[in-house]
């Protein structure tokens, strides 16, 4: 099996114009706007939307989406490849409109809409007039185990009548619609099926937005919702009944890879960044690139940054080649969070003081990379899965082969 990560000449210089735009446009907005108190708030989106404007123009906008939906119709390879010099910068994936959670809300939608829910719902996010929310976490329950959801939606003729709590819905505060999973099934032949999705239009009665979470890394659009007889149309039913679950593992998959992508982008900033101070930091006689100490942090971060753009890029190809990709896209979310923190933490050690302060942007960096190890799917649960898919190869195979990835060695 040929694996070829090459890029066409096209998609080459896609890519670079994907690098300059962020250095030529995105980098100068974003420290125009990187700091809320210094700037007023009309000026702040005039800024923020002139950029996407620009990205629009440059036909550098929906890179993961299909031509006909105004995207530019990459495979997952190629976007792995845009959306890693995209997120290099914080408002990269907005600009271009491919951030989370929208993006993972436009590949269900296109996947699972019905033709009046895509023109309603996906027609305005591709366009970028909407925002949107992926509504299934709540407090009382453990959101890595998805088959003991609480909130439930009970029909009523031509309506469902959703009742319950969800908390760190992403972007619900800017949000025209969400995409709520909700129980519907009360013995369902398997677990796994009692949940269905709904699309609900915000604002709805009954969809109480009560508080917006402050988190280590600030309150920035994560909100705790209470759900007090909000009436759905049938019509807005996503998928079928009972096929809430397997929407969520549907989205998830492409999502995390998503993540996966922009997550590589930042730990290249940062392990850039270690090796630039440490040219530049001279102490104990020499430059700190001349310690082996410091040299062994670069070394390190430079083999796991190999390794996880190598499980990226393999997992989008596997997407890309119609091959179940369930394992590699697991083993690679599950390393990529994990030498994304480690990358970060070197980098702000190599910087010391520098590296602890805001006059970097590796504290923000860390803060928001620490959720990666537990959100869309916590280490443990990977682990757990990656583990049986391995003792099941084994135990099918006498190898344990097909489970590290199935390739040629
Ligand atoms: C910044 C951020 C944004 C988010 N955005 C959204 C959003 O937009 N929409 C949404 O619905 N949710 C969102 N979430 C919630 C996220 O999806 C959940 O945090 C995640 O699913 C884990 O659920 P939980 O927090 O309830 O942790 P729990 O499920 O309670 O798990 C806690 C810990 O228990 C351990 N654990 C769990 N299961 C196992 C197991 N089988 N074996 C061993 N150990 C285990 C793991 O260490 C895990 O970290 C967001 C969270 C954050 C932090």
């Not at 989406?65 to 408002?91: D, N, T």
């Not at 469902?160 to 519907?184: C, D, E, M, P, Q």
């Not at 922009?262 to 310690?291: C, Y």
């Not at 960096?365 to 190890?373: F, K, L, N, V």
């Amino acid at each position: 099996m040929a694996i070829d990560f090459t890029l066409s000449p096209e998609l080459e210089e896609i890519r670079m114009r994907v690098r300059e735009f962020i250095t030529d446009v995105v980098r100068p907005g974003e420290a125009q706007i990187s700091d809320p108190e210094e700037i007023e708030r009309a000026e702040y989106l005039t800024i923020l939307f002139g950029m996407r404007d620009q990205a629009r123009e440059a036909g550098l906008w929906l890179p993961h989406m299909p031509v006909e939906w105004g995207g530019m119709g990459l495979g997952h390879v190629a976007l792995a490849m845009v959306q890693a010099e995209a997120a290099k910068s914080y408002y990269g994936p907005f600009v271009m409109n491919c951030q989370a959670p929208d993006e993972g809300n436009m590949h269900t939608l296109l996947h699972w809409g019905t033709d009046e829910q895509k023109e309603k719902y996906l027609r305005p996010l591709c366009e970028g007039m909407a925002m949107s929310c992926f509504a299934m976490t709540e407090p009382e329950v453990a959101g890595s185990d998805p088959t003991l959801i609480r909130t439930t939606a009970v029909q009523d003729g031509e309506e469902w009548v959703a009742n319950g709590h969800k908390w760190f819905i992403s972007n619900a505060r800017r949000s025209s619609f969400a995409i709520l999973i909700a129980r519907t099934e009360d013995n369902p032949d398997m677990p796994q099926a009692a949940n269905t999705a709904f699309i609900v239009d915000i604002p709805s009665e009954g969809w109480n937005r009560v508080r917006e979470i402050e988190t280590m890394h600030g309150g920035t659009g994560h909100s705790e919702i209470v759900i007090e007889d909000l009436r759905i149309p049938a019509a807005n039913m996503l998928g079928g009944r009972g096929q809430g679950h397997m929407l969520g593992q549907y989205r998830l998959g492409p999502a995390r890879l998503a993540h996966c992508m922009r997550w590589i982008a930042q730990a290249e900033v940062a392990l850039d960044m270690m090796v630039d101070r440490s040219l530049n930091r001279f102490a104990h006689g020499s430059m700190l690139a001349e310690k082996q100490g410091i040299q062994w942090m670069i070394a390190d971060s430079t083999m796991e940054l190999y390794q996880a753009k190598l499980m990226v890029l393999h997992a989008a190809y596997r997407i890309d080649n119609k091959l179940d990709f369930k394992s590699e896209v697991s083993m690679a979310k599950h390393f990529v969070a994990n030498m994304l923190n480690r990358v970060i933490d070197r980098s702000i050690q190599v910087h010391g003081a520098l590296g602890y302060s805001k006059d970097t942007p590796l504290a923000t960096m860390a803060q928001h990379a620490r959720w990666a190890r537990f959100a869309d799917g916590a280490d443990e649960v990977h682990q757990v899965r990656i583990a049986r898919r391995t003792i099941s190869a084994y135990r099918d195979h006498g190898s344990t082969r097909a489970a590290t990835g199935d390739l040629p060695i």
